[in-house]
């Protein structure tokens, strides 16, 4: 019974591949976010979703796209992938005051 | 704009002395204030918040944190380290933004606790 979850955990690919992570969330919350936490462990948001509606978007290069087909999902997809996305993407969602977030997911762009 | 600052990359201390990581916030209104660990390999763990109220927060673990709003500084307090607080900590504010509340990070303090 896993609050927030995401899949997979690890993710090694080439350069260019598309790839995606999921995340689920279990715990009945309308919004739900992906942060990167990048190598220098410095957290930052990329997205939020409130009830499946983007509601913020922070510079993130559109290569990556969101998409929630229900508000326990928010899926992130990146495009063309970069060494710089080199990266461990937590995804979270949040109560009123509190955030929960996922185990992350280590993508490593060779 | 909204900021944290944890001054300190690294805090060493030694197992049954107190420690405190360091927080100061710039926002603007009443801040809502966080803390979270992360361990290794491991996502973020909620350990206390700051909403409203008493100024010492007590959250788990054993932690606890001191709001202080005239220094605009959240730091966290335990009064007795243990080698398992080993982790990094995480201050963190909250943020508005088109109806939507998100978390602004300060850059993580490394604690290291040692025998």
């Known amino acids: 019974d896993t609050a927030v979850s995401q899949t997979p955990k690890y993710l090694v690919t080439q350069m260019g591949n598309d790839k995606s992570i999921k995340c689920e969330q279990n715990?009945?919350?309308?919004?739900m976010y992906w942060y990167k936490q990048d190598s220098k462990k410095f957290l930052k948001i990329m997205f939020s979703?409130?009830?499946?509606?983007?509601?913020i978007n922070e510079t993130v290069p559109n290569r990556f796209s969101p998409k929630s087909p229900d508000k326990a999902h928010l899926n992130l997809h990146i495009n063309s992938l970069e060494l710089g996305d080199s990266a461990v993407y937590f995804c979270?969602?949040?109560?009123?005051?509190?955030?929960?977030f996922g185990p992350g997911t280590r993508l490593t762009v060779l | 704009a909204q900021s944290v600052a944890q001054p300190e990359d690294q805090v060493n201390v030694a197992e049954g002395n107190p420690l405190t990581v360091k927080c100061t916030y710039s926002?603007?209104?009443?801040?809502?204030l966080f803390w979270y660990v992360q361990y290794p390999n491991r996502g973020l763990q909620f350990l206390l918040k700051?909403?409203?109220?008493?100024?010492l927060v007590k959250g788990s673990y054993g932690f606890e944190a001191e709001f202080n709003k005239s220094q605009t500084s959240f730091h966290l307090k335990k009064p007795s380290a243990l080698v398992s607080d080993s982790a990094l900590y995480f201050c963190?504010?909250?943020?508005?933004?088109?109806?939507?509340?998100?978390?602004?990070f300060g850059s993580g303090t490394r604690l290291l606790v040692r025998p």
């Open positions: 979270a969602s949040s109560s009123r005051h509190e955030q929960f």
């Open positions: 715990l009945g919350h309308d919004t």
């Open positions: 979703y409130n009830n499946k509606e983007l509601i």
């Open positions: 926002v603007s209104g009443n801040p809502y």
């Open positions: 700051y909403i409203t109220g008493d100024n």
């Open positions: 963190a504010v909250r943020g508005v933004e088109g109806g939507s509340y998100k978390l602004i």
